[in-house]
């Protein structure tokens, strides 16, 4: 591990927020924070990140840059994605629904939740029916509940859980059981578990004042339901500076904390949770935080911290293969596969080999994004330099008051990006302000910590 260069990613955002659109100024670390794999088509991956996403449409062999302005969110970030097999991307962002049917090209903010005031919060699609959509919503003071849609989220309709007083943290389906559906909320005094049999015809509610925490824990968010048993979950509380894994086996109506990391002495993780992966039988879990990742099998008294990945994680499982993010800054990859449950690792995206927006001229993510690119890229030590235009249907290229005018050499055909500069490394390598912020950094060094992921704040 090399710090100098590290220092110098971390700084860079702080440093170019002097100069830089104000969407880049709030970021600090570059750092990646979701993966989604499109239903049906594994060679199209989606990574939502700190500083936007990146998309690769051929298996990770190259990845493109989506800036967050496109996609309508800024201090929003989704907890994840969706990537229908239609080709069809969803999030739930906090504030609103996105979707773009285009590959990532242009997103819309979806007008039935922004028009009511509703802040979409969490989103699920069961595998056996992509048609049907459920979204919670978690506007505090506002009246929230949980919506359906029967059209691939074209519109959408309430169910019968509403109320003026709860705020809905998360939805999930069970995937042995589509019909089973389980909501977490929570009020100021207490958190509840809702549990619908039937499509969320109706609902049951099941209160949990979890007195091992007291006087109150709070941002309870149910996380996943297992794969061949509709009635075991998982979930999170957060009390005292603490978060606690838990499992239901009995469908929502108990539950016990299953997390107890090496060394500590609390079952629980002194970081905010970025989420969780669970294998297909159910017997073994992994928990990421925003600097580590925990391993924890049926019948192991204590959870495992994994040496891989160092300063940031997230886990997703697609079968048996497990994507993991990681930390460019630390340790060379950003995404990895492990088939082995972490023990090794193999690299698919180091953030300095991010390419530039690879979306069609005049599409939302080429005019917006791909002009930012230049002052973008050194903060991931990506290429700066941009591909010339693409040829237009005149054979010209985009006209001189373009983003891209004097900025690219104008050529009417195809062209490959040029080849990346070498790598720089240690702060020598760069110039101005640059040097005196990595001076300056060396007694401030801390790691960054985002919160959980389903928060309903951004």
Known sequence: MKLLPSLCRGLLPAVLA???????????????????????????MFVGATFGALISRDSGKNWHWICPDAMH????????????????????????????????????????????????ASLASPESNPSRLWVS???????????????????????????????FTSVKVAP??????????????SQRIYRSDDEGATWEEL??????????????????????????????????????????????????SILHPEGQDRDAVDEQLMGIEVSADGNTLWAATPTRLFRVRAGE?????????????????????????GASRLHDWALATTPDEGQTY?????????????????????DICRPRWPQFAPTIEANPALPPPPAQEDGGTPDAGSPDAGTTAPDAGPSEPPPAPPKKDGCSSASGLLPAACFLALSTLRRPRRRNPENRHP
């Open 73 to 120: 969110y800024g201090g929003w970030l989704p907890s994840s994605f969706l990537w229908q097999a239609d080709g069809t991307l969803l999030a739930a962002t906090g504030a609103d629904l996105i979707r773009s049917k285009d590959g990532g090209c242009s997103w819309t903010v979806h007008s039935y939740f922004k028009s009511q005031g509703l802040w979409p």
């Open 346 to 366: 193999t690299p698919l995206l180091n953030l300095p080999d991010t390419q530039p927006p690879a979306c069609p001229y005049a599409s939302p993510v080429y």
């Open 18 to 44: 002097l100069h830089t659109p104000v969407a880049l100024a709030h970021l600090g670390y570059p750092d990646t924070t979701s993966v989604t794999v499109r239903r049906g088509h594994p060679e199209d």
């Open 207 to 256: 209160l949990h004042p979890f007195p091992e925490y007291p006087p109150r824990a709070y941002d309870l968010f149910v996380l996943r339901v297992s794969d061949t048993d509709p009635d075991r979950l998982w979930a999170s509380v957060f009390w005292q500076g603490w978060t606690y894994v838990l499992e239901s086996k009995d469908g929502g109506r108990t539950f016990r």
């Open 301 to 325: 008294a204590r959870a495992t911290q994994l040496s891989l990945p160092d300063g940031n994680a997230c886990v997703q499982r697609e079968g048996e293969t497990l994507f993991v993010c």
């Open 137 to 167: 919503t978690s506007r505090t003071g506002f009246p929230n509940g949980v919506y359906r849609s029967d059209d691939g989220g074209e519109t959408f309709t309430p169910t019968s859980l509403r109320s003026e007083t709860v705020v």
């Open 176 to 189: 042995s059981n589509p019909r089973r559906l389980y909501v977490s909320g929570s009020t100021n005094e």
